[in-house]
Every structure is written in structure tokens, then in C-alpha cells.
């Protein structure tokens, strides 16, 4: 059943064409930590912007491997872009902005992303 998710205040949405997920990742990284991130992640075919893609704004650090794209209005980032270990195009799900997705319910798998 596909889930959908937005920034805070609507500007920016989209729809993920998979089941919601039982569990998050979240990190310890500067960026991460600083917002609290709760992530999973999708391939990018199952990805729908709905409407917004004229509000987003970019930020990329360190190795660039990400865009992380918020919205250029309310600040929230609802979700990044990225490759895979394998390549293949990603996209990372920012769940705090899911309404649907119990967040105390989640399986939270922690990552030492200040190491990388």
C-alpha cells in the first residue's frame, strides 16, 4: 500500500509505491543529528514528487553523494537523493514527515555516520 509524506507546511509532497516500512535508520553524522532524521530507504522508481519540485532547494556536504532537498519555504527536508552501495538510484524517506508511519512502532537501527 503506498504511503505519502510532505514537508511542513504542504508545499512540497510525494507518494512512495511501496508498503510503509517497520524500520528506520537513524545517524549520528552532523546533518543527521542536527535534524533528528528517522530514515529509511526506497529505490528511486518508487518515488513520486507530487507537487513541489519548484520550492525545493539543494544542500550537498562532504563527499556530495547526497542532495538533500528542502523546502524552500518551511526549511523541512521530507527526503534526499543518492546512489546505493550498488549504484542504483535512491531516495532517502524522511519518516518524521509520513503521517502514517507510527514512528514509536519502528525497529531503529543506529549508524556511526560521524566515523565515515
Do not use: W
Not at 518551511?74 to 535512491?90: Q, R, V
Amino acid at each position: 500500500m503506498p504511503y505519502t509524506g510532505s514537508c511542513h507546511c504542504g508545499a512540497v509532497t510525494f507518494t512512495v509505491a511501496a508498503d510503509a516500512p517497520t524500520q528506520a535508520m537513524t545517524c549520528n553524522c552532523s546533518h543527521c543529528r542536527r535534524k533528528g532524521f528517522l530514515l529509511t530507504f526506497v529505490p528511486a522508481e518508487q518515488f513520486t514528487l507530487d507537487s513541489g519540485a519548484d520550492r525545493l532547494t539543494d544542500y550537498q556536504f562532504y563527499k556530495h553523494r547526497i542532495t538533500h532537498q528542502f523546502c524552500s519555504i518551511c526549511g523541512t527536508e521530507a527526503f534526499a537523493e543518492g546512489k546505493g552501495p550498488d549504484g542504483s538510484a535512491m531516495q532517502a524517506i524522511n519518516l518524521r514527515c509520513v503521517p502514517s508511519v507510527d514512528l514509536d512502532a519502528l525497529a531503529i537501527q543506529k549508524v556511526d555516520g560521524a566515523s565515515f
